[in-house]
């Protein structure tokens, strides 16, 4: 029974540990089965000669609450290739937690007391669409071929379990082994992570812990099964600047070494800029930029990509002008502004003719080799307010 | 009470004058055990800090978490008691005022806190908090307290009309300005900002930021901000002193930080800012610090840094360096400081760990107070801390008879991780490993 009540084998033991295994995915009612039609879909997305093997289409993840329909995700597509990384960027609120919780299949019915997830769109995963797929086989999948790292490893991890216990339940969860073997397994994913004497730190308890050998030991729960793809959600932030640069560092080389596809959720633009291959940044639920990270850096096509830039006090440069704030706050995502969700913010807003950045929403665009923007002004008058009016005051 | 009118009419001390001077302050938090309390250890939150604070302009502290910044905010705003040392306030000592003697300081000296959620009261309305201060000092101001809080709330960028809000009516951004409006109701000399934007999100922190900076030039404050960011702490700061383990390891001006570090430390803890540059990914000189800061209960002997640092020789671990001024206006606390020459050149490298099996040796106790005069002694007791302390990441093959440096620095491989992890474990070099420009491509 353990076992079943464990879902999130990979790092998440203890977040559904003790707990009722509800279905993992919770789809919007009344949707019609799809799965019989969509097989075989995902090989036709990627174009020749990619692997993707994430696709996530037109995902929508809404929470109705007494206020209203909580709209955290409203329609996010974006493909993954295996080997790569993926950073999501945007402010508190921008729905980038909910989306890596709705890959892993973590929105559950009615938990906490909570309101149900109404999840709808599309997520392939090598061929499954797991917002289709019974939970049984999601739950097989997960910990196995998808794991997360979360932001918080004390409360991610159960205080009443030993590490190397917990990693051994996420190990035995997928693997027919006996508990020897699993804690061996234990005590060499505990040393590859760069814990010293593994071997006796294994039987510790996460309070003996410090915050970042916590967060190694979370990594490596995460890898015990070898996972395809690594869901980082904000992995450093609660951690200091030395302990981070370890951190991102066991990361890329645990990409390099297991080939794994890496999705890193965060804030920090600097973090992005280390580990990414692509960047999708997230505005009041939907991606107003995605693009390869040189292209996001170097030629943004979004204005609210420009303020992130702006705002950010950088340490490589000896910069003592004033930063260029964006204006106002994030959207309400009940209330999410009419037309494009920034516009209240933007100070391009009116650049577009005939008030559509106020009516219409703006649909992402290709803009240049795999990237893409959300924004009504046209590529010539983004590119040059970017190269005469951004730029050189970055 | 409107004869105290006057009193917010302030003469500003000229720029550059000494606002604040602290003199080797010390703050030990007591750890007290069994019925009778006694006690049995300290946590050494700070451990003599001296530096000065001159008028108008903005000190920036900086450290990572649990190197006693914060406890320094508080004791320089008299909120902690300090255990030794001296604070003068425009000359004047008070380290040891009591509260009813510090009341009238408390209009020249006021705080910003970190967490806008928990330091704003959730039963008052906005107009109570702000206006909090001329009630507390019987100060009524000219106009009467509502307009001079509708007049700051509107210098800090908040609607005046706001008045009669409740706290949780307000984002987080706004809640910071709150206090910020609060800080500045008496129009205060000094202010002591902990952590003022790391709780807000990106777009917001530039505007705080900015606020900050534009109160400084038009209210003429000054300012001690104490943040973790080293971005943040560049942007606003002249000074910056770099905090480890409740010491003042490098305090300088902004440009010589961060373009030329002297402190070991210091320069480790720039190469570990992620850069938001993907060109520059895997081209930069990083350095890897191995572990984490030790405890303040049992700070490691002689400089506190050694357990962590490449550079450390013997005389690191029995002898504390003091804060010198090596150039003028660049103050280290260093034996070995980079980017100066050798303050103690030819001194025995740190000795390579004893091992035996495989297995570090363990001869004497980790906080020996026996001044350990022998190479071997002391190589032995750093050995034994590290791995009590969780103070290195090496994997067991690091303590095999391949010598692993103590406290070394570790590499950042660019792509083959096991291999290059375990090759800079083996090196018996004292200088760090660095990850080559260039190799991280792919």
């Known amino acids: 029974m353990t076992t079943e009540s464990t879902p999130g084998a990979g790092g998440a033991v203890s977040k559904a540990d003790g707990r009722p295994s509800t279905g993992a995915v919770t789809k919007a009612s009344g949707r019609p089965a799809r799965r019989a039609g969509a097989v075989g879909e995902p090989t036709t997305a990627g174009a020749p000669g990619t692997d993707v093997f994430l696709d996530v289409r037109d995902l929508k993840v809404h929470f109705p609450t007494d206020d209203g329909l909580v709209k955290s995700v409203d329609g996010l597509s974006f493909q993954l290739e295996r080997g790569k990384t993926l950073g999501i960027v945007g402010e508190s609120g921008s729905g980038k937690s909910v989306t890596s919780l709705g890959i892993m299949g973590l929105h559950t019915v009615g938990q906490y007391g909570r309101g149900k997830a109404r999840i709808s769109g599309e997520i392939w995963f090598d061929g499954t669409d797991l917002l289709a797929a019974h939970p049984d086989e999601v739950r097989r999948l997960r910990g196995r071929e998808m794991a997360m790292i979360f932001q918080d490893p004390l409360s991610a991890m159960h205080p009443y379990f030993t590490v190397g216990a917990q990693i051994v339940e996420a190990y035995r969860v997928h693997h027919k082994v006996d508990k020897k073997k699993a804690r061996r397994r234990a005590v060499e994913l505990l040393d590859r992570v760069g814990i010293p004497q593994p071997d006796r730190r294994v039987d510790d308890y996460p309070h003996q812990f410090s915050g970042g050998m916590r967060q190694r030991a979370m990594i490596a729960m995460a890898l015990a099964n070898n996972p395809e793809l690594l869901i980082a959600d904000e992995p450093t932030t609660a951690l200091d600047v030395t302990v981070q640069a370890q951190i991102l560092d066991l990361i890329r080389d645990l990409q390099t070494e297991f080939g794994s596809a890496v999705i890193v959720i965060t804030h920090d633009l600097g973090v992005v800029a280390e580990l990414a291959d692509d960047i999708l940044v997230m505005y009041g639920g939907r991606c107003v930029e995605r693009g390869p990270a040189e292209r996001v850096f170097y030629e943004p096509q979004h204005p609210y990509t420009w303020g992130l830039l702006g705002s950010m006090p950088r340490i490589d440069r000896d910069q003592t002008d004033r930063l260029i704030p964006v204006h106002g706050s994030p959207p309400s995502l009940i209330n999410v502004p009419q037309g494009c969700a920034f516009n209240p913010r933007c100070p391009y807003a009116d650049v577009p003719a005939d008030n559509r950045t106020r009516t219409e929403r703006p649909e992402l665009k290709e803009v240049g080799s795999r990237h893409f923007s959300a924004c009504h002004m046209t590529q010539e008058e983004r590119t040059r307010i970017w190269t005469e009016e951004i730029a050189p005051k970055l | 009470m409107s004869e105290n009118n006057v009193t917010l009419q302030k003469q500003r001390p000229a720029a550059g004058e000494t606002l604040l001077k602290v003199t080797g302050l010390v703050k030990h938090f007591p750890i007290t055990k069994g019925l009778l309390r006694r006690q049995v250890g300290a946590v050494q939150a700070v451990d003599g800090l001296s530096f000065d604070v001159k008028s108008g302009e903005t000190l920036g502290v900086v450290g990572e978490s649990g190197c006693g910044k914060s406890t320094m905010g508080r004791l320089i705003t008299r909120l902690l008691e300090p255990t030794g040392g001296t604070v003068e306030f425009e000359g004047r000592d008070i380290t040891h005022l009591n509260v009813a003697s510090m009341r009238p300081l408390r209009r020249d000296v006021q705080m910003i806190f970190q967490d806008p959620y928990s330091s704003l009261n959730p039963r008052h309305t906005v107009g109570t908090i702000v206006s909090a201060p001329f009630k507390l000092q019987r100060i009524t101001p000219e106009g009467g307290v509502k307009a001079e809080v509708q007049r700051l709330l509107g210098r800090v960028g908040l609607n005046p009309e706001h008045y009669n809000r409740y706290p949780h009516e307000f984002s987080g951004g706004q809640r910071q300005r709150i206090g910020i409006a609060r800080a500045l109701a008496l129009n205060p000399k000094l202010v002591v900002a902990d952590e003022p934007v790391s709780a807000l999100d990106v777009s917001i922190q530039a505007q705080v930021v900015n606020l900050l900076d534009d109160l400084q030039e038009e209210l003429g404050l000054t300012y001690v ?41 210091t320069r480790a803890l720039l190469s570990a800012v992620p850069v938001p540059d993907p060109r520059r990914r895997g081209k930069r000189d990083r350095i890897l610090l191995r572990g984490d800061v030790p405890s303040p209960i049992a700070p490691p002997s002689g400089c506190r840094f050694h357990t962590r640092c490449w550079k450390a020789t013997v005389v690191c671990t029995v002898e504390e360096p003091p804060l010198l001024a090596l150039k003028t206006g660049h103050q280290v606390a260093c034996h070995h400081p980079e980017n100066h020459e050798d303050l103690k050149p030819g001194d025995a490298a740190l ?92």
């Open chain 2, 351 to 442: 000795a390579e760990v004893t091992a035996d099996g495989g297995k570090v040796v363990r001869t004497q106790a980790p906080s020996a107070a026996a001044p350990a005069t022998e190479p071997t002694t002391t190589a032995e007791k750093a050995a034994e801390k590290a791995p009590a302390k969780a103070a290195k990441t090496a994997t067991a093959e690091a303590a095999t008879p391949g010598s692993a440096p103590e406290g070394a620095v570790e590499t950042a491989p660019a792509t083959s991780s096991g291999e290059a992890a375990g090759k800079a474990s083996k090196e018996p070099a004292k200088k760090p490993v660095r990850k080559e420009p260039g190799a991280a491509e792919g």
């Open chain 2, 225 to 265: 901000i104490i943040a973790h960011d080293l971005s943040v702490i560049r942007h606003v700061s002249d000074r910056i002193a770099v905090m480890y383990l409740g010491k003042i390891v490098e305090l300088t001006d902004r440009k010589s930080l961060y373009e030329r570090p002297m402190h070991p430390y």
